[in-house]
């Protein structure tokens, strides 16, 4: 068969015309690559909807029942094929009696999972929200809803990566069991507790039969934070009404006196100065604006000395926006992965404990001009950096936020002491512990 005949019948069975009938190359739908990708996507599209319901008939009823299954007793069962197999093969009757005795073992795990335990259990985590260091404490209930006893069981408690085992006694109808546990505080994280399952298993667990009681329950272990009382609240709380270069008639910070213009409020008139100088006087104000507070909070953990030094940052940054937020000031908190939510102390704590620092290309400068491009009404500026953060990155960082803002930076460096330093027009402050934070920045106050 010649090459032209070859392309006329493939451009006839794939409906694409032929430019010519003795073209020497391919055109681009006749391509193997071309013609592979059409193929695929035809055979994708007919195929979906059949592996669709396959996946859900297996995830429906064959999974339930292959899941109760563990390795060793898939091992068991393979083991007794395989020697069934070697006997019949070879006529070893030795073989033939330890796959009978292997699958009789399986049979026998069997009795072990079958049925339906009818428990009542209740999960309770008495708080779902504490700090780091705080005592965090639960309950699980555990009653007998059935009207006949229940034979000794166990329950699993899912605590984060790790699983605590609970031991339930024979119970009589309508029993109450009831264990306490504690969950350790010692890291900032989210635990997810539960849910908990009751285990049915054979002695040699080759069966293994689990069973949901409960939902899962978020705990937020919160970065440790600090109370910013005294002189260290207040200069937040003089940030308030900072004046500005704009003058108004209206407002509550008085700047000078001027002449009367027609359409001037009567009430601004100062008449004392109008009696002494024989003509209308009216008080002129300046412009303040309310305290709004941005934090720039990096996480770039390339920027810090160790993993206590970035969880200090954390805390450095949680202190002061839960101070702003308990004196209802405007806040932003802003990272390298974008905003925080600051609507209450919870949100933002909560989003807080989500942080996770990882190496990053973006530095605390690049955090710094998304701040200054997000909240341009800013106030007051917080930079909170680690130990690695030079001079000039500060400076860099500075001289992003608009001119007339209070900037500081607040650099944590484990065991330093606390310290106020100026680069230009930015108050620079050192902190090593958590606890030197209200005297930092009564330092910047002063």
């Known amino acids: 068969m010649s090459a032209s005949t070859t392309l006329r019948r493939a451009a006839e069975i794939l409906r694409i015309p032929l430019a010519k009938a003795g073209a020497t190359r391919l055109p681009a739908k006749l391509r193997p690559s071309a013609v592979w990708s059409e193929a695929s996507s035809t055979a994708w599209e007919v195929l979906s909807p059949a592996w669709g319901g396959f996946r859900r008939l297996w995830l429906r009823y064959a999974w339930p029942v292959l899941s109760v299954v563990s390795i060793l007793g898939w091992g068991v069962l393979a083991a007794s094929i395989l020697l069934w197999v070697t006997g019949q093969l070879w006529g070893w009757q030795e073989a033939k009696s330890a796959a009978l005795v292997a699958f009789l073992l399986f049979v026998f795990a069997v009795a072990f ?54 031991h339930l006694p024979r119970m009589k109808p309508a029993q109450v069991h009831e264990d306490l546990f504690t969950i350790p505080t010692s ?42 009382a005294g002189s260290a609240a207040g200069f937040i709380r003089d940030l308030e009404g900072m004046p500005t270069t704009e003058l108004s008639s209206a407002d509550v910070s008085f700047h000078a006196l001027r002449d009367y213009v027609p359409g001037d409020d009567r009430r601004h008139i100062h008449w004392k100065t109008t009696a002494r100088t024989n003509k209308l006087m009216v008080r002129q104000f300046e412009e303040t604006r309310r305290a709004h507070l941005a934090i720039s909070l990096s996480i770039n953990t390339d920027e810090y000395e160790s993993e206590s030094e970035f969880e200090l940052a954390i805390s450095v940054a949680a202190s002061i926006g839960r101070q702003a937020i308990r004196e209802q000031r405007e806040l932003d908190v802003i990272t390298q992965k974008g905003p925080l939510r600051c609507e209450t102390g919870r949100t933002l704590l909560d989003d807080m404990t989500r942080i996770n620092g990882t190496s990053l290309r973006r530095t605390a400068v690049d955090v710094a001009r998304t701040l200054s491009d997000t909240v341009p009404n800013a106030s007051v500026v917080f930079l909170v950096v680690g130990s690695h953060v030079t001079a000039t990155q500060l400076r860099s960082a500075a001289a992003s936020v608009p001119p007339g803002v209070r900037t500081l930076a607040v650099r944590v460096q484990q065991g330093a002491a606390p310290g106020r330093a100026n680069i230009a027009d930015l108050t620079v402050l050192t902190l090593g512990e958590l606890d030197d934070l209200a005297l930092v920045l009564r330092k910047a106050a002063a």
Request: hydrophobic share 50%.
């Open 113 to 166: 999972i079958v049925g339906r335990s009818s428990y009542g259990v209740t999960l309770d985590l008495a708080r779902t929200r504490v700090a780091v260091g705080d005592q965090a404490v639960g309950s699980i209930a555990v009653s007998n809803t059935s009207s006949r006893p229940l034979l000794p069981a166990a329950l699993e408690l899912p605590v984060g990566a790790a699983t605590a085992i609970f």
């Open 187 to 228: 890291r900032r994280a989210v635990i997810v507790v539960g849910p908990v399952r009751s285990v049915r298993a054979d002695p040699l667990h080759l069966l293994r039969r689990r069973i949901l009681w409960t939902e899962p329950e978020d705990l937020f272990v919160h970065p440790r934070t600090v109370a910013l």
